[in-house]
């Protein structure tokens, strides 16, 4: 397969300002007739090339006139015209069967809809079009469908007329007046209800809100449309951006490759990021749901208004909205507790992902499939890279530095580097060297070393940097790195103020002065730079900062590092003070002030992933040991502690009220420490707190933590949770789910034994995921010395693989982490990704993913 190379970006030969599309829609036969007005990009003379896939031209017309069969040709499933003038009208026609379309790009039939998916290249399965980020037009839609079956018929922008035809079908035509890509591209057909609302815009204009689901699921729409209205407001309030079509609609559907999509003016949504009641969706789930709404939403400004050049600048609007989506939801709740989550999702995944062969900087140099980089590195660290901007230049600056983006860049598609003019020149900064964050993939490492001098009351701070190498990056340039720090009094617990640092250099000395005792060092608070910080803090000293610290995140961080310490000792058989980690947990729960939610972070053990990350060779089975061992302490040792939390957090009625979540959060972090204490009354408290639940937080907790057991109130939880919710398609996936996170000795039978269930579905990515995604994340499972883990998922990697490339491509990731295991492991996994690349017809998704891996 081709490689595709940033260095290799042309501007396109030819622009198309405006294209008209008739859609006829039908599962089976759907005929889609393009206009397009195409005018020539400079002085050459290369022809129209108009992206296909899998499309064949049924007519092609230029000017109206139809071409004879040698005036244009395909190449590689593009359509090629050679073209005289400098403006031209061309028109084509092609059929397409939406209910045969599995890979779910470009229109496809999911749940009795039609409906669309262009990003990144799906545009090109609908029409003949050149399907890339700097081709922008305005569209005009017309659908045409059988009215009974599909009753609601919408497309991008404002609606602009409507009408019924004599055979029983009826007609609408939208038009959207802003120029856009063509991924942008969305339609809708299908029999769907409304939660409609409005909003008004800080200009006064009114906008009608749509959340279009099945008439059943509307009931669960509440909590998306306030999401919606309180993201509309937030844009304006902290952006200062408005919305600017007549109409928002959103359209769940079940089957989706992805979370959302922000497609203009008619966003597309996965239903689980849509659909939720307190009786089938967690709070992380309505967490979810507020999110997706306001990324998908903050994308019409940076991803829509201001779009990507080529794909190379992914992360531009990615990292961006990301960064975007973060702060609007710790304004909406905790800033200490969303910050916690997200570098632990960035841990989880961001960091695993710079550390193997997949490893890419957050603007790539190549692909083979575009599709392969909606990676954690694009999103979750390009969020990181646009954070450490605003930390540098204060709220004021980096508000300056985003207007001049918008208000320069609004209609064109740009590129990372616009960007970080744009805050270079709005903010007043330098950001010559911080552009390698851009460059360079792989996490910094830094060292951070402490020495007082008692004689002269001076601090030393050492610090050093290193990246280690990344595929096709051997060697790595000091990146600048901000790091917020405090230096803490111990006697008096308090410190002289957070300061700021830049380590710019490889080795650099940062000199305190004043400082009659050793101070405690607090670094990277906020998590300030998505490094790696090793110090020479003793135990007490994580101890003391787990009580004392006043950033919220250096305070959780040093709660982890104690936990780390510990474990680590123990995974290598050293003797471990286990003590001072109970003495830390009941530290934090005994303190009155912290909020519930932080605690139950705080407390919490890091998983056996990130412990794996800790370590030279995973020895999956010793972390596994070790982290039991600690759980089973710390919940023996507090029990009483743990018994008198769960009932005092025991809720009158469901509220959503940040109080609320943060009881249920502690709630279930102390039954999860009771029941792993093995006091005997241990699985029926689970199984009455299941039982008795009148929310999913609570119930899918309680299922987890029986779970992970052998009690006979497992095998009972499981049953009556599926004959409850057998029904409901994302209930079901949370059981699947929590089977498969399960830790549990028999957890890989388990998954074989659920692949084969009658519920189980390869044509559902979300039933997939929740079954092959979560399994490979449960470490301990997942790396069963057996290697039937790796068996199974690679057996589902080449079934879907036939289906869904793309789902199929994102399983593949967890088995590239060989070289991070012992030789028996990595050679099973090499042998399920040589086993994958051996198979006849293996797509482009699944082939870069497998071989990348090997490597
Ligand atoms: N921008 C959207 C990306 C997306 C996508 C990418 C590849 C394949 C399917 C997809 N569906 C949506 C989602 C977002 O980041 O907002
Ligand atoms: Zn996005």
Request: a negative charge; one cysteine or more.
């Amino acid at each position: 397969p081709t490689i595709i190379r940033r260095s290799d970006y042309r501007p396109p030969d030819w622009l198309v300002p405006a294209i008209a599309l008739d859609f006829d829609l039908d599962p089976a036969l759907t005929i889609v007739r393009a206009t397009l007005s195409v005018t020539r990009n400079g002085d050459h003379d290369r022809p129209l090339r108009l992206d296909g896939d899998g499309l064949v031209p049924l007519e092609v017309k230029v000017d109206g006139t139809a071409l004879a069969a040698d005036d244009w040709h395909m190449e590689a499933g593009s359509l090629i015209i050679a073209l005289s003038g400098a403006a031209h009208s061309i028109e084509t026609l092609v059929e397409l069967a939406p209910e045969s379309n599995s890979k779910l790009m470009g229109l496809y039939a999911s749940g009795g809809l039609l409906c669309t998916q262009c990003e990144a290249e799906g545009f090109r399965r609908i029409t003949f079009f050149p399907d890339r980020p700097d081709v922008l037009s305005r569209y005009s839609v017309r659908l045409t469908a059988d009215k009974a079956r599909y009753p609601i018929l919408l497309a991008n922008g404002d609606p602009v007329d409507q009408g019924v035809l004599d055979d029983g079908r009826h007609w609408a035509l939208w038009n959207d007046p802003f120029p856009k890509p063509c991924y942008l591209f969305a339609l809708v057909a299908g029999d769907l209800a409304c939660n409609a609302d409005r909003f008004v815009t800080m200009s006064g204009r009114e906008v009608q809100l749509g959340i279009w689901v099945r008439e059943a699921d509307l009931p669960r729409t509440a909590h998306a449309m306030q999401a919606l209205k309180n993201s509309i407001a937030w844009d304006e309030r902290v952006y200062g951006r408005e919305y600017d079509l007549d109409v928002f609609n959103i359209v769940a559907v079940a089957d989706f490759n992805f979370g959302a999509m922000e497609n203009k003016g008619l966003n597309i949504f996965n239903s689980r990021y849509i659909l939720a009641d307190p009786e089938t969706a967690t709070d992380i789930d309505y967490d979810g749901v507020e999110g997706v709404v306001a990324h998908e939403y903050f994308h019409n400004w940076s991803g829509n208004r201001v779009t990507c050049r080529d794909w190379f600048q992914l992360s531009l609007k990615e990292g961006f909205t990301v960064f975007r989506d973060q702060n609007f939801s710790a304004d909406m709740g905790s800033h200490a507790v969303k910050r916690i989550e997200d570098v632990r999702i960035l841990r989880a995944a961001q960091f695993q992902e710079d550390s193997g062969p997949l490893a890419h900087p957050i603007r790539p140099e190549s692909y083979m499939e575009i599709s392969n980089f909606y990676t954690a590195t694009i999103y979750n660290k390009g969020a990181e890279i646009i954070r450490m901007m605003a930390l540098m230049l204060g709220a004021e600056r980096f508000r300056a530095g985003s207007d001049l983006y918008f208000d320069r860049h609004d209609g064109q598609a740009a590129t990372c580097e616009d960007f970080v003019v744009a805050m270079e020149e709005g903010g007043g900064i330098d950001l010559t060297q911080f552009r390698r964050w851009y460059e360079q993939a792989g996490t910094p490492h830094v060292r951070a070393l402490l020495r007082h001098d008692a004689a002269t009351g001076t601090v030393d701070l050492d610090l050093q940097q290193s990246i280690p190498p990344t595929p096709g990056q051997p060697d790595k340039q000091p990146m600048a790195i901000p790091l917020r720090v405090a230096l803490f009094d111990p006697a008096t617990g308090t410190h002289h103020g957070d300061e700021l640092l830049m380590l710019t250099e490889a080795q650099q000395n940062v000199r305190f002065e004043g400082f009659a005792a050793p101070p405690i060092l607090s670094i990277n608070r906020g998590f300030s730079a998505p490094v790696i910080v090793e110090t020479n803090r003793s135990q007490d000293d994580l101890a003391f900062l787990s009580a004392r610290d006043d950033d919220p995140f250096a305070r959780y961080e040093a709660m982890q590092q104690l936990m780390v310490n510990v474990l680590v000792g123990a995974i290598a058989g050293q003797p471990v003070d286990d003590a001072a980690v109970v003495a830390a947990v009941r530290n934090t729960i005994s303190d009155p002030l912290l909020d519930p939610a932080f605690v139950a972070e705080a407390i919490r053990l890091p998983s056996e992933a990130y412990l794996g990350d800790q370590m030279a060779v995973v020895d999956p089975d010793a972390i596994h040991a070790a982290r039991e061992s600690l759980q089973r302490r710390i919940g023996a040792d507090l029990a009483p502690l743990w018994r008198d939390m769960h009932s005092r957090t025991k809720a009158n009625g469901f509220s959503l009220s940040p109080a609320a979540k943060g009881a249920r959060k502690l709630r279930n972090a102390a039954l999860h420490y009771l029941v792993a204490s093995g006091a005997e009354d241990g699985p029926a408290i689970a199984f009455a707190q299941f039982h008795e639940a009148d929310n999913m937080t609570e119930r899918q907790a309680a299922l987890a933590t029986l779970a992970n057991g052998t009690s006979m109130e497992r095998d009972a939880a499981i049953d009556i949770f599926y004959n409850r919710y057998g029904h409901d398609a994302l209930t079901l996936d949370k059981w699947f789910q929590t089977q498969a996170f399960a830790l549990h000795p028999d957890t890989v039978d388990q998954v074989e034994e659920l692949g084969r269930h009658k519920a189980f579905t390869l044509s559902n990515p979300n039933r997939v995921r929740s079954l092959y995604g979560a399994f490979s994340g449960n470490q301990w499972a997942f790396h069963h010395r057996s290697g039937k883990g790796y068996q199974l998922v690679a057996d589902c990697i080449i079934a879907l693989d036939k289906r869904n490339p793309q789902t199929a491509a994102r399983l593949v990731p967890p088995l590239g982490r060989w070289k991070r295991f012992d030789a028996d492991r990595a050679a099973l996994m090499r042998a399920q990704l040589s086993r994958i690349l051996a198979q006849p017809g293996l797509s482009k998704d699944v082939t870069e993913q497998a071989s990348k891996s090997l490597e």
